[in-house]
């Protein structure tokens, strides 16, 4: 008698990325700040804006929400956020 089996384990299709490069400072730069959607993430990215300020004179803030956690934020808003900021922060909230 033979038996035989499956492996379920899948090998992941990983792209390997990087950190972006931190800026050298917070002054004045153009801060954007990236929701989910989810209620507390627009909470949270303002708390952390408030605090960012208080430290860094923090030239303009961008609020931009993408529709949907479970989706990827749409390119034509990762451009509009490209282009008005310096640096972007996201948050996750339930």
Request: proline share 6%; with cysteine; charged share 20%.
């Amino acid at each position: 008698m033979t038996i035989r089996y499956l492996n379920p384990v899948q090998e992941a299709a990983v792209k390997p990325a990087s950190l972006a490069p931190r800026l050298p400072s917070l002054e004045g730069c153009r801060l954007g700040l990236l929701s989910n959607g989810k209620e507390n993430a627009d909470a949270l990215l303002q708390m952390v804006a408030q605090e960012i300020k208080s430290k860094f004179s923090v030239k303009n803030v961008v609020s931009v929400t993408k529709f949907g956690a479970g989706m990827n934020c749409p390119p034509k808003f990762m451009e509009d956020l490209l282009s008005r900021c310096d640096a972007v922060i996201t948050a996750v909230g339930d």
